[in-house]
């Protein structure tokens, strides 16, 4: 599981350290690469086997759908094979770009699969979702939070 959130740097080359207790859990995982992709202004890091179920899901979606058709378009799309290589990988540089990553990140757990902010957008965003918490209180009642 990846939990927690954690401050990180890129390097020049777009080289991203994996914080020890994601890389735990990529280990126990026996994982030599994730799976990145694009979403809401941020970027979704998989481990291979979340990102196959993902592609399985995909692969049974009406072809003729609007709303399957974006989302292959958009998220589908964006996922490119980053390798785990001694406990960082190299983000490819139109995931930055479409991110906005720049030098200081953040890497936010999600569970299944863990995010990559660049530092100024998360504050945004994490004080946004802050404030919203409370009005999405109902929804996340009816699935039993």
Request: aromatic share 10%.
């Amino acid at each position: 599981m990846f939990r927690g959130r954690s401050k990180h740097t890129l390097d020049e080359k777009g080289r991203l350290a994996i914080p020890t207790r994601f890389k735990d859990t990529l280990k126990q995982k026996e994982e030599s690469y994730l799976m990145v992709t694009n979403y809401q202004g941020c970027l979704w890091a998989f481990a291979k086997d979340e990102w196959q179920a993902i592609e399985e899901k995909a692969a049974r979606l009406p072809l003729m759908d609007e709303a399957s058709n974006v989302y292959r378009r958009i998220f589908l799309s964006g996922g490119q094979k980053c390798e785990l290589k001694q406990g960082r990988i190299t983000i490819p540089p139109d995931l930055r770009e479409i991110a906005g990553l720049k030098r200081d990140v953040v890497l936010v757990g999600a569970i299944t699969f863990f995010e990559i902010w660049d530092k100024d957008r998360w504050d945004e965003e994490f004080l946004r979702a802050s404030n919203d918490l409370p009005k999405h209180s109902q929804a996340l009642t009816g699935f039993g939070i």
